[in-house]
């Protein structure tokens, strides 16, 4: 629609007379530079077409070399900028006019704007070299100005402009080819900071664009190090660590004694030094890139760690190494020994460096900053370092273990997930286990979730490690009991690693006697089933197990693998006839049983055409009921298994609703009939809706089946209102309508017409001349033979199928006391919510308040709202604001999510414009919003609340 | 040669009693003026008799400047200025001036009233002596006369440390009182700009120590307490009112929100509750994250510490309590412990230093049985544990604020003379710069190289940078001018203009040479082939031949004539101003090496 709107007035404007000669005459009217200043910035609020651009040029450069007024002339210099920039415009033409202009200006900031304009043309004409090199000619001429914006101006132009590949440089220009490399490097010691800064980001530029830069410039940089305006460091810090991945392998001096180094351990030293300078940019800066520098050898990175203490000139043991001394001679830590942090070794006083000793401790002192982007900054470089080398990985565990007590939520976080990543290379000893354990009771369910990942795949040594992490974990779930899920999970992938660690724990886990007997646990206990999932994911690979189960414990096993199947792997019990183990081992060892019931039952669906119709609908009903049992029970399989359920429900409810029975009852009988059949439209549409929205990994295959159904639906509800109603007039109408969807159904999925055989829209694309033809009546007559000869069409599953899932964790729907608040203000009601397979949560999660009074609100979440913690997995934490008149009580309201969709804009993959944040539901014109429906998918919860009126 | 002379009367070689006097550019500054814990004699103050035997030290001292409010920088304060009797400005930081009287009160009281001492300053003194307090704003320049003027840079340590910065001139000294590079719970890190001062008095209470990671002690710590909390065990923290008392608040109270935890934790009243009052008021002085999350909560806004009652010591269940004073020597700490310390479930956590003597010090060196006052014998069940919590920088703190301020000189003070020792050499080794440690009552003399600045006529710096602007814009340029020095100030102007104000006539001065030149030929043709030797040497200057068969490179002008006496000799005159020198012997040394011979 807006472009319909740009077009249009497009239209008027080309009929105006031309823009340029408006200009002329404004310009010329004016009497002062301050008027035509004002002229000009009008004309700066509307765009210029391009046929015209050329022409009002020139018309400005005419002015501008009339122009005395320095301000008139810089605003024209940035309007010859802007117009350059106009897409579908060549800017070569003017280009030798803006040259022109540079000759005479007096005015600093005017030189500057011009260069400024050029640097604008130049990009535009990136396939001419020449002019490229004439304005790199000209920068050049320019770069002893006195002010330091033209010479800013200048440096910028040749790194982005300035001639990359030698070659060509050498043929094109004789003298002119001068190296771009030297002339910028001459600037690296201009006299202002800023210029200096242009010259190092001009430098850069040129790296980007692909130049190699001259080993010799790395001296320079260095001692740009040590500059006092921090733009010029950050900036140098960011050109030694290019350098160094440029030439790694160079040898360098250091200075003030014979060694030499490699470049690219001198360049880490140095920027490692930058670590603790005095400007947080710089400190974020050289810790950021600290990360990527990778060559480093294993010698110069460890020393990051390590910022060799001593006291009273003794050397003096870290806390950390304290810790492995302890643990490595199997004592246990006592800590309460007074003085046993005491120094050891004296130390030999003209060894100890203090400052100059490079990468000396940079880590240490990045992770104890000031300022927590530091900080984060550091945790990052610590991961990517250690991702790539895992001795490094081992040694900086002590310092990630100790970022997890930060005073800044976002750096724990940080440092957990950065834990995650390198725990592949990393085993944890049982003192670190324990402070990483300790975090469990953090009272923020992120870091809380965090860590459980982070368990998933850590590596624990001791088997009092993995008890100590039972413990915890168990201690956790009492407190904070939602984390239920999150921690069995846990507890899965910790048994499943660990086996042979579990394996001792066994008879204390289940408090099993060898002569008693002990009484059963609860089998509803939260811990009790975190234990066992613990112990029955080790026994999956530890044969040896099962002996030690005692008899309750494998009917908790049996009932544990049906109720929580995605957590208790299938166990080869011994002696054991349970019927899942029994069979499929032996039968498909490749394919997971379920997944076979699954394409069986389907299967049999698909070839029900010779049964009669009372059979149809038993099979129908019967396989609906046990795939909705399968999907309870394999939660992989559970997308899989709703889907077709959905789609063979859409399918029973058709036969159902086209019984003949029912067609050929009395005009009486009409209205219960109707009343089904309709209500049966109804639901296949919603049905059909979901289907297409609610699941991800949907593929066209899927999307045709469903639209089919869709429109079968349609045609129902069509044949329905013919029949009760009466009177031709409406009927047109709606006929029209239908015969339109078929068409668009039939230019939609054109390429999947041909596997649709024999079904509804196949038959009915045939009869279509026909259908345009005749009447109305004539037309519902059709549609009804033809949707009762049309046969079920297949439904082809894709590989990856999941159902969006919504779980609301707060509110949590189980308080008494009522949410007061004055009628007429707004409360804020704090929503949770983890999101599931949901895609582009931003743009289609909606949250719905339901009142008492029937009032529905609905709310746009912001997009900042969401967080997404892993893979396919969203997280809503919003505030609602509610709001209502007086109530004489308390009442509960309803909260729930919704799933907007369009089936519109679906195919056109344009994202659904954002409106306000709060509109009401009825005030909600679907066209303009494009939301075109909404499917609730979670459970409501209810909220007490109790507007109270306004005292007086 | 100016200098600067430096006199510590206290902390030279030294910890306590810090007290510095600075003579920089004819001003007098005294840095800090505080107490001696050690001692309670005369020597518990400084000898303010070094400034002056009689006669008011107003006259002597131009400021006084006070860096924080522990008592060994201000605990003579009100006797310097009331008793001894000075009038002029004390500058220190709002914090400090809030704090510092409170301290000084208690500290008074404690001498006056429990020691029953007399001869001592009175409340009324402190009082009037806040009166002559100036505060002063972080990295506010503070005129303190037309010469003098003073800034604050953050300093850390504790709420309000501030380090100062004194400038007369083009000559400066900072002064870092107590400071800390590393960042703890609740205030940042030291941080100072370039500002290349002659000379920086740093403390150096850590010269020879490296310290670890922060995070392990504060670790550690919060792992014990918890740990004792969740026994169901009662945890003693004996504090000093202020600085660690509110760090440990902070980390304790962030725990117990972060992990949920219930137990209470009490805080003793009276000094702390009154300090905290001034935690919540200078934010500003906090670290990041109080600084960031002030907007929702003041972190010093306790929601899990309240205040303690004495009742509440035998209250059953898991507690902790922070109690005063600090090494459990007295007073309601050491009441707790004596009531607590029979259960082995029980904790006493010491943050700090004990001195020896006191029950802190016994119960840290591993004594379990204790004789009370009245020959009790308290047996200590309780486990008894070290967290040093200190805030001082390191010594490689205290290179890297050196390397920050890149000073001309270093000198060390508030730290013990062997270790001293060490970092000095350090940092003359690794900074190239000298390193003094004067005792107390040693004068250090330091020569400074003060820069003069001169006013320059903006005609004269145009016309001079007009000429070829170097490319090299940052190194030194020769200029030409006339310094003119006239009712104490500088001013370069150009020649012109200095005789003019000068009321002299201009005098010419000019070389010139003769040069011979064994030519047979014509004088003209000479000229001509000496205009086109020099024509083809210096292209860049304007060589031109007169009519009169005469030369001039630029201003310089050569003549050439025949020998009086041998024809075949010709005489080259060269003739040229003094401006010229460069230029015109360049030309005789050139025009003597002869013509070539070719043409």
């Known amino acids: 629609q807006q472009q319909h709107e740009d077009l249009s007035t497009k239209k008027l404007r080309l009929t105006k007379p031309s823009k340029s000669a408006a200009l002329h005459v404004d310009l010329c009217k004016a009497t002062s530079p301050a008027d035509a200043l004002q002229y000009l910035l009008q004309f700066a609020r509307k765009p210029v077409e391009v046929e015209s651009v050329e022409g009002v040029v020139r018309i400005l450069l005419e002015h501008y070399y009339k122009e005395n007024d320095a301000s008139v002339r810089l605003k024209i210099a940035s309007l010859l900028g802007l117009l350059s920039k106009t897409a579908g415009f060549s800017p070569d033409c003017i280009m030798d006019d803006a040259i022109n202009t540079l000759q005479n200006e007096k005015s600093h900031q005017v030189l500057a704007q011009l260069l400024d304009t050029l640097l604008v043309i130049g990009t535009k004409l990136p396939e001419n070299p020449s002019v490229r090199m004439r304005l790199v000619e000209v920068a050049c001429k320019h770069l002893t100005d006195s002010s330091h914006g033209v010479r800013n101006k200048c440096l910028q132009l040749i790194g982005c402009l300035g001639p990359v590949e030698k070659g060509v440089a050498k043929e094109a220009e004789s003298q002119a080819a001068k190296d771009v490399q030297k002339i910028i490097g001459d600037h690296f010691n201009d006299q202002d900071p800023r210029v200096r800064t242009a010259a190092i980001k001009a430098m850069l530029q040129l790296h980007e664009r692909g130049l190699k830069l001259q080993q010799a410039i790395y001296s320079q940089a260095c001692k740009l190090l040590a500059d006092d305006y921090e733009q010029v460091r950050s900036a140098a810090v960011q050109l030694i660590w290019v350098l160094s991945q440029l030439y790694p392998e160079s040898i360098v001096p250091i200075p003030s004694s014979n060694e030499e180094i490699r470049l690219v351990d001198d360049a880490f030293g140095k920027i490692c030094h930058m670590v603790s300078d005095g400007s947080w940019v710089v400190r974020v800066q050289a810790a950021k890139l600290l990360g990527s520098m990778q060559q480093v050898s294993s010698h110069f990175l460890e020393q990051t760690l390590d910022k060799k203490l001593m006291s009273d000139l003794r050397r003096k043991r870290t806390a950390h190494e304290r810790a492995k001394e302890l643990y490595s001679s199997g004592e246990f830590s006592s800590g309460r020994k007074w003085g046993d942090d005491a120094p050891k070794e004296e130390i030999d006083t003209g060894a100890v460096n203090l400052i100059e000793s490079g990468a000396c401790g940079a880590f240490v002192h990045g992770l104890e900053d000031e300022m927590y982007e530091v900080r984060i900054a550091a945790v990052e470089a610590l991961c990517m370092l250690a991702q790539s080398s895992p001795s490094f990985a081992e040694k900086c565990l002590d310092f990630l273990v100790d970022m997890f007590n930060d005073e800044i939520e976002e750096v724990r976080l940080q440092s957990i997930h950065t834990m995650r990543k390198i725990s592949n290379n990393i085993t944890l000893r049982e003192d670190q286990l324990d402070t990483v354990l300790a975090v469990l009771e953090d009272s923020s369910r992120d870091i809380r979730e965090a860590l459980h990942e982070l368990l998933c795949c850590t590596n624990v040594s001791t088997k009092e490690g993995i008890h100590l992490a039972l413990v915890e974990l168990l201690k956790n779930l009492t407190k904070y009991p939602t984390d239920r899920e999150s921690i069995w999970k846990c507890l899965k992938f910790l048994g499943s690693r660990h086996p042979t660690l579990v394996l001792p724990l066994v008879p204390e886990l289940l408090s099993t006697h060898p002569f008693f007997d002990t009484p059963e646990p609860d089998m509803d206990d939260p811990a009790y089933i975190a234990v066992l999932v613990l112990i029955f994911n080790a026994a999956k690979s530890c044969p040896t197990m099962p002996a030690l189960f005692s008899d309750h414990t494998f009917r908790h096993y049996a009932y544990l693998r049906d109720s929580l199947s995605h957590l208790v792997p299938p166990l080869r019990l011994p002696g054991r006839k349970l019927v899942s183990s029994a069979v499929s081992p032996s039968i498909t060892p490749h394919e997971d049983p379920s997944q076979q019931f699954l394409h069986q039952s389907l299967e049999r669906v698909y070839n029900f055409q010779h049964l009669d119709p009372q059979g149809i609908q038993e099979l129908l009903e019967f396989t609906i009921r046990d795939l909705q049992r399968l999907g309870e029970l394999q939660s992989e399989l559970a997308g899989m298994a709703d889907f077709t359920a959905t789609y063979l429900q859409c399918q029973l409810l058709l036969i159902k609703a086209l019984q003949e029975k029912l067609w050929n009852v009395a005009a009486p009988l009409y209205l219960k009939q109707n009343a089904l059949a309709s209500a049966a439209a109804k639901q296949i549409l919603e049905e059909t809706y979901k289907m297409e929205f609610m699941y991800s990994g949907v593929e066209s295959r899927q999307v045709v089946i469903i639209h089919h159904m869709r429109l079968q639906a349609k045609a129902l509800q069509l044949i329905v209102t013919a029949r009760t109603t009466r009177g031709v007039e409406p009927l047109f109408g709606m006929c029209e309508k239908f015969l339109q969807e078929v068409d668009s159904f039939q230019r939609c999925f054109i390429s999947e017409l041909p596997h649709m055989q024999g079904s509804f829209v196949d038959k009915l694309l045939d009869l279509m001349p026909r259908l345009v033809t005749s009447k109305p009546s004539e037309v519902v007559k059709i549609l009804q033979t033809t949707l009762r000869q049309s046969t079920f069409l297949h439904l082809p599953l894709p590989e990856q199928l999941h159902r969006a899932t919504a779980n609301i964790i707060e509110p949590t729907g189980e308080s008494d006391n009522p949410l007061r608040f004055t009628s007429g203000l707004v409360v804020a009601l704090d929503v949770d919510a983890t999101l599931e397979h949901v895609q582009d949560p931003q743009g289609t999660v909606k949250v719905q308040v339901l009142y008492p009074d029937g009032q529905a609100q609905l709310i746009h979440p912001k997009p900042a709202d969401f967080r997404n913690p892993g893979p396919g997995r969203h997280r809503l934490i919003t505030q609602v604001y509610l709001s209502h008149t007086a109530w004489t009580e308390p009442c509960q309201i309803e909260v729930q999510l919704l799933l907007a969709y369009n089936s519109n804009k679906s195919k056109a993959s344009t994202r659904i414009p954002k409106s306000t944040w709060n509109e009401s539901l009825e005030a909600l014109p679907p066209s303009e919003n494009g939301i075109e429906g909404t499917i609730p998918f979670s459970k409501p919860v209810k909220v007490y609340i109790m507007p109270k009126p306004a005292r007086r | ?599």
């Not at chain 2, 922060?214 to 009112?241: M, N, Q, S, W, Y």
């Open chain 2, 1 to 599: 040669m100016p200098e600067i002379k430096v006199t510590p009367l206290g902390a030279g070689q030294d910890v306590g009693r810090s007290c510095i006097l600075v003579s920089i550019a004819g001003k007098n500054v005294m840095l800090d003026c505080g107490m001696h814990m050690g001692y309670n004699d005369d020597r518990r103050f400084p000898d303010f008799s070094y400034i002056t035997q009689n006669g008011r030290l107003t006259d002597f001292l131009d400021c006084v400047i006070i860096s924080h409010f522990h008592l060994d920088h201000c605990g003579a304060l009100p006797y310097f200025s009331e008793m001894v009797g000075y009038d002029g400005p004390i500058y220190m930081t709002h914090p400090t001036k809030a704090i510092c009287p409170i301290l000084l009160e208690d500290y008074r009281k404690i001498t006056v009233d429990k020691k029953g001492e007399t001869n001592f300053f009175t409340s009324q003194m402190i009082k009037d002596c806040m009166k002559k307090v100036v505060a002063v704003h972080l990295h506010q320049t503070v005129q303190v006369d037309e010469e003098l003027e003073i800034k604050a840079y953050y300093a850390g340590h504790v709420l309000g440390a501030a380090m100062f910065q004194i400038k007369v001139g083009c000559e400066s000294v900072v002064y870092t009182g107590d400071y800390n590079m590393t960042p703890d719970r609740h205030l940042g890190a030291a941080w100072i700009d370039k500002c290349r001062p002659d000379l920086l008095i740093s403390e150096s209470t850590y010269a020879t120590t490296i310290r670890d990671s922060k995070r392990c002690r504060e670790r550690d710590f919060l792992k014990k307490v918890h740990e004792t909390v969740e026994r169901g065990g009662k945890v003693l923290i004996p504090v000093f009112a202020l600085g660690r008392a509110q760090e440990l608040c902070i980390l304790l109270e962030t725990f117990w929100e972060r992990m949920n935890l219930k137990a209470p934790i009490y805080f003793s009243t009276g000094l702390t509750e009154k300090a905290n009052h001034y935690y919540k008021l200078f934010i500003t002085w906090t670290n990041q994250k109080i600084r960031k999350t002030f907007v929702q909560r003041n972190m010093f806004e306790f929601k899990h510490i309240k205040a303690f009652d004495r009742a509440f010591a035998d209250n059953p269940g898991p507690m902790v309590v922070f109690a005063t004073p600090g090494m459990l020597h007295a007073g309601q700490s050491l009441q707790i412990f004596r009531k607590w310390a029979g259960n082995e479930k029980n904790m006493v956590i010491m943050p700090g230093y004990c001195v020896q003597g006191t029950v802190g010090h016994k119960i840290l060196s591993g004594q379990r049985k204790l004789e009370m006052e009245g020959r009790q014998i308290l047996e200590v069940k309780m486990q008894v544990e070290y967290m040093s919590f200190s805030a001082h920088a390191d010594a490689k703190g205290i290179m890297q604020l050196i390397r920050q301020a890149e000073p001309r000189n270093v000198l060390l003070v508030h730290g013990e003379a062997k270790k001293m020792e060490f970092l000095k050499q350090k940092i003359e080794q690794e900074f190239h710069v000298s390193c003094y440690m004067p005792a107390n009552g040693e004068t250090t003399t330091i020569l400074t190289n003060p820069c003069i600045p001169v006013d320059i006529s903006l005609g004269l710096l145009k016309r001079e940078t007009a000429i070829g602007p170097s490319p090299d814009a940052k190194k030194p340029k020769l200029m030409h001018g006339t310094l003119l020095m006239k009712d104490n100030s500088f001013r370069l102007v150009s020649p012109e203009q200095a005789l003019k104000e000068l009321g002299l006539a201009e005098h010419q001065l000019r070389f010139t040479c003769r040069v011979h030149i064994q030519d047979p030929r014509k004088e003209h043709e000479t000229g001509l082939r000496v205009y086109n030797h020099l024509k083809g040497i210096l292209k860049d200057y304007s060589v031109q031949h007169l009519p009169d068969g005469s030369i001039t490179v630029e201003s310089i002008l050569i003549q050439a004539t025949a020998h009086s006496e041998d024809q075949g000799t010709k005489v080259l005159l060269v003739s040229w101003t003094y401006q010229d020198e460069e230029l015109g012997s360049y030309l005789t040394s050139l025009l003597k090496k002869g013509l070539p011979q070719s043409t």
